[in-house]
């Protein structure tokens, strides 16, 4: 068992190619954990499990792995950084309480940056920076960092100072003991020695900001400082300690993955300054039975509660449910209780997982995270209990995926095992959704993402052998009617012995927006017999389902059927359902049909130098911004958008704000498509449509 207090379950955190893998690989090199330094490059990191991320280098989804450390056990969270997998990172964060957040200050800072320090703040996650690649930065890079930290609006506090830049970058100066690192290139082996003559000046500058900001965290410290009394290295630890967990400092380190260098220093921070399971304090969550406000100490011997923040479909394992353990101890064979499913479930085997592969354990208790192989009815963001002592924790951050496609399969064969494979992946990633359209009748798979996409599809191949095409889903156009007509419906047939015969007047009038369909009839004096008019009603909502102008579903119509006359031999259901078909579509030809498009409601975030583009842009997607509003740097618009001008807004978007603007997206109403484009429209179905038959 873990001694609770040595435990730090850290998360390396930042926007995509930063080189937060590499980190996680030389802080393992340099544990001893591995005997080869991975690379994200060749392929040989630990972290990176699936094919996709290998041949894309970048990391798709968290992975796992721990490491000792001077007595301390370290668990490590390696994190995407790219937006299409934002989502599976933020989840993560309830797993970890401390946090490496990596800048690569060449990179800029993007979007990403700015939403995943926004959700650290949100969760009041402790954190480290730790500048990598500086065998790649500048000189001024500390010009870069303050200009990334202003956009985040972090108080970052230098621990260090870097000597040398790109190819001369060979270590740092430690600022605590004011002693520099001088690395010698050989797997983190550094010498500890004076600080060059050159870089003393900005060194003790450095210090002294260090040391007024720590002081500033704490009256004993502030009233010896101001005191003109040198604080010890003890109480100047302990300070940046406090000031961590509290939120209100951010030390900067400085290094490099490939090179080695102040990778040991990073993980003395990690033990030094980051919270242990115990620092993090109480779990609150809710009694699944009263809903009263319930908590739960990191404590081994309290009542068992985990909370399942992520799933893994593994193909030899089966489905890995990972937790983190918040109280108790958990083990194999042990009775939970699942609040979230009112079941019960027994524990099988445990892993810890290490990278691509799983290590066995018998137990695990607060504090640690573990998976659990092969629970029956357990998902993400599911809470395990015990039952004699139940509680409940909030579940997963939602997100409404932001694209989608339409998957045609390559045969049929390939159909069948669509909707399937689709259920397994997404109870490994909660951002897909799938369904298939009633009326385009094609499948529609919804993402964070084009490469989130592009990446389903490729998993759809290589694991469950079903292949798909992507296109643009069709846009799920409608056809109403703005005036009212009447028509006479008669279908007439004669072809010796028994005919066919039914006649039908009929009244067709607009309903509000969004009112569907209404059937009235008004029939008086037997004009036609009671047992034909649910015929009559049927074959006007067959011809509705094809609609007048572009073969569309016609909606928001009222029908009145008020007059008719039969024939008592010839007469029958069939007769009477194609009468009321001929009738609606004689009179929707008088009714003033036209087409409707689906509206879509975006809220939009940009940084400020980029709304005015956004908002040319919207005005010519024939869009209305409806309001704005201003959050820190960023600016969040409010807008209404034609679907049909929107399908590949996420594209769009990204290379308009470089990467720095986000959206979400939801269906509003119906509006009438304007004349000019209607006529487009209706010539393009009808030439798909003629096609298809001729095909």
Same mark, same amino acid.
């Given at each position: 068992?873990?001694?609770?207090?040595?435990? @730090?379950?850290?998360?390396?955190?930042?926007?995509?190619?930063?080189? +937060?893998?590499?980190?996680?690989?030389?802080?393992?090199?340099?544990?001893?954990?591995?005997?080869?330094?991975?690379?994200?490059?060749?392929?040989?990191?630990?972290?990176?499990?699936? &094919?996709?991320?290998?041949?894309?280098?970048?990391?798709?989804?968290?992975?796992?792995?721990?490491?000792?450390?001077?007595?301390?056990?370290?668990?490590?969270?390696?994190?995407?950084?790219?937006? #299409?997998?934002?989502?599976?990172?933020?989840?993560?964060?309830?797993?970890?309480?401390?946090?490496?957040?990596?800048?690569?200050?060449?990179?800029?800072?993007?979007?990403?940056?700015?939403?995943?320090?926004?959700?650290?703040?949100? @969760?009041?996650? $402790?954190?480290?920076?730790?500048?990598?690649?500086?065998?790649?930065?500048?000189?001024?890079?500390?010009?870069?960092?303050?200009?990334?930290?202003?956009?985040? =609006?972090?108080?970052?506090?230098?621990?260090?100072?870097?000597?040398? *830049?790109? =190819?001369?970058?060979?270590?740092?100066?430690?600022?605590?003991?004011?002693?520099?690192?001088?690395?010698?290139?050989?797997?983190?082996?550094? $010498?500890?020695?004076?600080?060059?003559?050159?870089?003393?000046?900005?060194?003790?500058?450095?210090?002294?900001?260090?040391?007024?900001?720590?002081?500033?965290?704490?009256?004993?410290?502030?009233?010896?400082?101001?005191?003109?009394?040198?604080?010890?290295?003890?109480?100047?630890?302990?300070?940046?300690?406090?000031?961590?967990?509290?939120?209100?400092?951010?030390?900067?380190?400085?290094? !490099?993955?490939?090179?080695?260098?102040?990778? &040991?220093?990073?993980?003395?921070?990690?033990?030094?300054?980051?919270?242990?399971?115990?620092?993090?304090?109480?779990?609150?969550?809710?009694?699944?039975?009263?809903?009263?406000?319930?908590?739960?100490?990191?404590?081994?011997?309290?009542?068992?509660?985990?909370?399942?923040?992520?799933?893994?479909?593994?193909?030899?394992?089966?489905?890995?449910?990972?937790?983190?353990?918040?109280?108790?101890?958990?083990?194999?064979?042990?009775? /939970?209780?699942?609040?979230?499913?009112?079941?019960?479930?027994?524990?099988?085997?445990?892993?810890?997982?290490?990278?691509?592969?799983?290590?066995?354990?018998?137990?695990?208790?607060?504090?640690?995270?573990?998976?659990?192989?092969?629970?029956?009815?357990?998902?993400?963001?599911?809470?395990?209990?015990?039952?004699?002592?139940?509680?409940?924790?909030?579940?997963?951050?939602?997100? !409404?995926?932001?694209?989608?496609? #339409?998957?045609?399969?390559?045969?049929?064969?390939? =159909?069948?095992?669509?909707?399937? *494979?689709?259920?397994?992946?997404?109870?490994?990633? $909660?951002?897909?959704?799938?369904?298939?359209?009633? %009326?385009?009748?094609?499948?529609?798979?919804?993402?964070?993402?084009?490469?989130?996409?592009?990446?389903?599809?490729?998993?759809?191949?290589?694991?469950?052998?079903?292949?798909?095409?992507?296109? *643009?889903?069709?846009?799920?156009?409608?056809?109403?009617?703005?005036?009212?007509?009447? !028509? %006479?419906?008669?279908?007439?047939?004669?072809?010796?012995?028994?005919? %066919?015969?039914?006649?039908?007047?009929?009244?067709?009038?607009?309903?509000?927006?969004?009112?569907?369909?209404?059937?009235?009839?008004?029939?008086?004096?037997?004009?036609?017999?009671?047992?034909?008019?649910?015929?009559?009603?049927?074959?006007?909502?067959?011809?509705?389902?094809?609609?007048?102008?572009?073969?569309?579903?016609?909606?928001?119509?009222? /029908?009145?059927?008020?007059?008719?006359?039969?024939?008592?031999?010839?007469?029958?259901?069939?007769?009477?359902?194609?009468?009321?078909?001929?009738?609606?579509?004689?009179?929707?030809?008088?009714?003033?049909?036209?087409?409707?498009?689906?509206?879509?409601?975006?809220?939009?975030?940009?940084?400020?130098?980029?709304?005015?583009?956004?908002?040319?842009?919207?005005?010519?997607?024939?869009?209305?911004?409806?309001?704005?509003?201003?959050?820190?740097?960023?600016?969040?618009? +409010?807008?209404?958008?034609?679907?049909?001008?929107?399908?590949?807004?996420? %594209?769009?978007?990204?290379?308009?704000? $470089?990467?720095?603007?986000?959206?979400?997206?939801?269906?509003?109403?119906?509006?009438?498509?304007?004349?000019?484009?209607?006529?487009?429209?209706?010539?393009?179905?009808?030439?798909?449509?003629?096609?298809?038959?001729?095909?």
């Amino acid at each position: 068992m873990i001694e609770i207090d040595k435990l @730090r379950n850290v998360g390396l955190l930042g926007q995509g190619g930063v080189g +937060k893998t590499s980190v996680g690989e030389a802080m393992l090199f340099s544990a001893g954990v591995t005997q080869r330094l991975g690379r994200v490059e060749d392929g040989t990191s630990v972290f990176a499990s699936e &094919p996709e991320e290998i041949r894309r280098q970048t990391s798709i989804s968290a992975a796992f792995h721990s490491l000792p450390w001077k007595k301390f056990h370290l668990y490590l969270v390696d994190t995407p950084g790219y937006a #299409a997998f934002l989502a599976d990172t933020i989840n993560c964060m309830r797993a970890f309480g401390g946090a490496v957040f990596v800048l690569g200050p060449s990179a800029g800072l993007r979007v990403e940056n700015e939403r995943l320090w926004s959700r650290a703040n949100e @969760r009041r996650l $402790s954190r480290l920076i730790f500048v990598s690649k500086m065998e790649r930065e500048k000189s001024n890079v500390e010009e870069a960092i303050e200009a990334i930290l202003n956009g985040l =609006e972090a108080k970052g506090v230098y621990l260090q100072v870097p000597i040398g *830049a790109e =190819e001369g970058f060979k270590g740092v100066i430690d600022l605590v003991q004011m002693k520099a690192m001088i690395f010698d290139g050989n797997g983190g082996k550094f $010498s500890q020695g004076e600080i060059p003559q050159e870089l003393k000046k900005s060194a003790e500058e450095k210090r002294l900001g260090l040391l007024e900001s720590v002081a500033e965290t704490d009256d004993a410290l502030l009233e010896k400082y101001l005191e003109g009394q040198e604080l010890s290295g003890d109480e100047l630890k302990r300070g940046i300690r406090n000031g961590v967990l509290a939120g209100k400092l951010f030390p900067i380190l400085f290094g !490099s993955a490939v090179r080695q260098i102040g990778i &040991p220093q990073l993980l003395d921070a990690v033990i030094e300054y980051l919270p242990s399971a115990a620092d993090e304090g109480e779990a609150e969550g809710r009694n699944p039975l009263t809903r009263d406000t319930e908590k739960r100490p990191p404590d081994p011997s309290a009542p068992l509660s985990a909370y399942v923040f992520k799933t893994i479909i593994d193909p030899f394992a089966g489905k890995l449910s990972v937790m983190r353990v918040l109280s108790g101890t958990i083990a194999t064979d042990l009775a /939970v209780y699942n609040p979230n499913k009112e079941g019960r479930e027994k524990i099988g085997q445990l892993f810890r997982l290490e990278g691509k592969k799983q290590e066995p354990v018998r137990e695990a208790s607060a504090g640690e995270i573990v998976a659990a192989a092969k629970l029956k009815d357990v998902s993400s963001g599911d809470t395990l209990c015990d039952e004699r002592a139940p509680i409940q924790y909030d579940g997963l951050v939602h997100f !409404s995926p932001l694209i989608s496609f #339409a998957l045609e399969p390559k045969s049929k064969a390939d =159909e069948e095992k669509v909707p399937q *494979a689709l259920h397994k992946m997404m109870e490994e990633d $909660s951002t897909i959704e799938m369904h298939r359209d009633p %009326q385009t009748r094609e499948f529609i798979l919804s993402g964070m993402g084009q490469l989130h996409i592009e990446v389903l599809v490729e998993k759809l191949k290589r694991k469950y052998g079903a292949e798909v095409e992507l296109k *643009a889903p069709k846009v799920p156009y409608k056809e109403t009617i703005k005036g009212s007509a009447s !028509s %006479q419906g008669k279908y007439k047939k004669q072809s010796g012995g028994r005919g %066919q015969y039914g006649d039908t007047w009929i009244k067709i009038e607009p309903l509000p927006r969004g009112k569907g369909f209404e059937f009235v009839d008004e029939i008086v004096g037997g004009a036609i017999p009671r047992n034909y008019i649910p015929s009559v009603e049927k074959g006007i909502r067959e011809a509705m389902v094809e609609g007048y102008l572009a073969r569309y579903p016609m909606v928001d119509v009222r /029908v009145t059927l008020y007059d008719g006359s039969y024939h008592e031999v010839d007469s029958s259901d069939m007769a009477f359902k194609i009468a009321g078909s001929m009738g609606f579509k004689n009179a929707v030809e008088k009714a003033k049909p036209v087409l409707l498009e689906p509206i879509m409601s975006l809220e939009i975030t940009v940084p400020e130098e980029c709304m005015g583009d956004v908002i040319g842009d919207l005005n010519s997607r024939r869009g209305r911004v409806l309001g704005m509003e201003t959050k820190g740097h960023t600016q969040t618009i +409010k807008a209404q958008v034609p679907m049909a001008e929107v399908l590949k807004y996420a %594209q769009d978007l990204h290379s308009m704000t $470089s990467g720095r603007g986000g959206f979400h997206m939801e269906f509003a109403r119906y509006e009438e498509v304007p004349p000019h484009l209607a006529e487009k429209v209706s010539k393009e179905a009808k030439a798909a449509a003629e096609a298809q038959h001729k095909a």
